[in-house]
């Protein structure tokens, strides 16, 4: 009689072919404009040019477009299968206003505050409005030209500040040893600085706090002492008068981007205060 075979280990373990394949994960790639895939079926190779819910169209380097349907592993990319699926859509970009701010859509101005922005004069109004009006009409603040800072403190007396009337005001020349600065201290000292606040920037008019790229000059002039300055101005620039130069100037203004910096954070600081 034969001797009993012997069962020898397998040294290659279980058979792999008895065990479950594995399931192969074909990627999904969104159908932007910058995917270049090609058509499993059909051989076209594209760009993606647009994409609904449904469907694809590629364009080929001779300009020729096929539509195909959005399937499951229907396309290839660098070779390999891929599920072209619909872009998730673009979150909406933030419309900023003016000044830098968020866009209020539909804005209704708030009803007026007893708070109020003082400015020397109504270039400076306007220039504000330009930039900063739809700010202001969102916290209900109102800017009001007052002619000049001679006559600061008895208008700041008439206004009387206090709770609920903060008072900002916004002043030309603001620099060690003018007129304004002194003013502006003194105003101050008197009324305290708890519902008031003088801010400014260090340009002799508002015109100057115009950078020279947005109105079109290299620089501004230089005005002799004792010389008129927006008169100066339109001197040396060859403008036939002030009202002509303001339009070049005001008209120049688009946003924040083309007011110089003293300008801009002196407004920022006032509507801050007077909205706190």
């Known amino acids: 009689m034969p001797p009993p075979s012997r069962s020898l280990p397998d040294p290659y373990g279980r058979d792999v ?8 994960t074909v990627p999904e790639v969104p159908a932007t404009g910058d995917v270049v895939v090609e058509d499993a079926a059909t051989g076209f190779c594209g760009l993606v040019v647009v994409c609904t819910s449904s469907a ?5 380097r001779a300009g020729r477009r096929r539509v195909f349907p959005l399937e499951p592993a229907r396309f290839l990319l660098d070779g390999e299968p891929v599920t072209l699926v619909r872009p998730a859509p673009a979150a909406p970009a933030v419309r900023r206003s003016a000044s830098g701010s968020r866009h209020v859509a539909g804005l209704r101005a708030r009803t007026a ?21 739809h700010d202001l ?18 208008a700041v007396a008439g206004f009387a500040p206090g709770p609920g009337r903060r008072l900002g005001v916004l002043a030309d020349h603001l620099v060690p040893g003018s007129k ?6 003194a105003v101050t000292a008197r009324f305290g600085g708890e519902h008031l606040l003088v801010a400014g920037h260090p340009f002799v008019d508002v015109w100057q706090a115009v950078t020279p790229a947005a109105v079109g000059i290299r620089a501004w ?20 008068d002030t009202r002509t130069m303001w339009g070049r100037v005001n008209g120049a203004v688009r946003d924040y981007r083309d007011l110089a910096t003293p300008l801009v954070t002196a407004m ?9």
């Open 17 to 24: 072919l008895a065990a479950p394949r594995r399931r192969r």
């Open 56 to 60: 694809v169209t590629l364009e080929d």
């Open 113 to 133: 505050r007893a708070a109020r922005v003082w400015v020397e004069g109504v270039h400076d109004a306007a220039l504000v409005e330009r930039v900063w009006g």
């Open 137 to 154: 009409r969102v916290e209900g603040i109102v800017v009001e030209p007052i002619d000049g800072l001679d006559n600061l403190a008895a």
């Open 180 to 185: 304004e600065t002194r003013i502006a201290d």
């Open 221 to 240: 002039p230089d005005v002799p002492r004792g010389t008129d300055w927006k008169t100066g101005v339109c001197a040396a620039l060859g403008m036939p």
């Open 268 to 276: 920022e600081t006032l509507i801050d205060f007077v909205t706190g």
